[in-house]
């Protein structure tokens, strides 16, 4: 596989040298240095649109003519195989009419486990939308006969979520 870096710069080389001219002579007309002239010709740097349309205006050529002779080496150095589209696996085939709809209520999310592991429900830190836009809140206990906890709505990069700040016994999981 050729890279279009390379095969611009060859075409960008071969017209310069054609018209007998040097480096220097069509970087000054371009407004690029020498140096960066020679990469883009030898293919080592990726020259912008504006940059080739320079250099094709200090060859006396224009950006199009230059883009087709490089698809004319395109064509020459690649092989002639058909394009042909991504297979999908066959193992399991895709339903293609609409995916249905659940109704009724959402079964509980599933415990996942955290950093250390565990799968304790109370390991999750639950979310706290309801406040966001609001000075943090500290509540203390989850209800009556529940230990108590002091919870802190904080606003993290993601969004809005209560942190707990003093944990009591916790239960055993």
């Known amino acids: 596989m050729s890279l279009l870096r390379r095969v611009i710069g060859g075409v960008l080389r071969r017209l310069r040298v054609r018209q007998g001219r040097t480096l ?3 970087a000054e007309v371009a407004g ?22 320079a250099i094709c205006r200090a060859l006396g050529i224009r950006l199009s003519d230059l883009l087709e002779e490089a698809r004319d080496d395109l064509r020459r150095v690649e092989p002639r195989t058909p394009v042909t589209p991504p ?25 996942r486990p955290t950093a250390g592991g565990s799968t304790c429900p109370t390991s999750r830190v639950p979310n706290a939308r309801a406040a966001v836009g609001r000075r943090p809140a500290v509540t203390t206990g989850r209800g009556a006969g529940a230990p108590a906890r002091a919870t802190r ?3 993290s990069g ?10 009591g016994p916790s239960p055993r999981c």
Do not use: C, D, F, M
Not at 87 to 93: A, Y
Not at 158 to 167: E, F, I, T
């Open 32 to 53: 690029v240095s020498v140096p960066y002239l020679s990469e883009v010709e030898r293919g080592r740097k990726e020259a912008s649109s504006e940059v080739l349309a």
């Open 87 to 111: 297979r999908v696996p066959t193992g399991r085939r895709l339903p293609t009419g609409p995916r249905p709809v659940p109704t009724g209520p959402r079964p509980a999310p599933a415990a």
């Open 24 to 26: 220097r002579e069509v």
């Open 158 to 167: 993601v969004g809005q979520h209560r942190v707990l700040l003093a944990v």
């Open 153 to 155: 709505a904080v606003r």
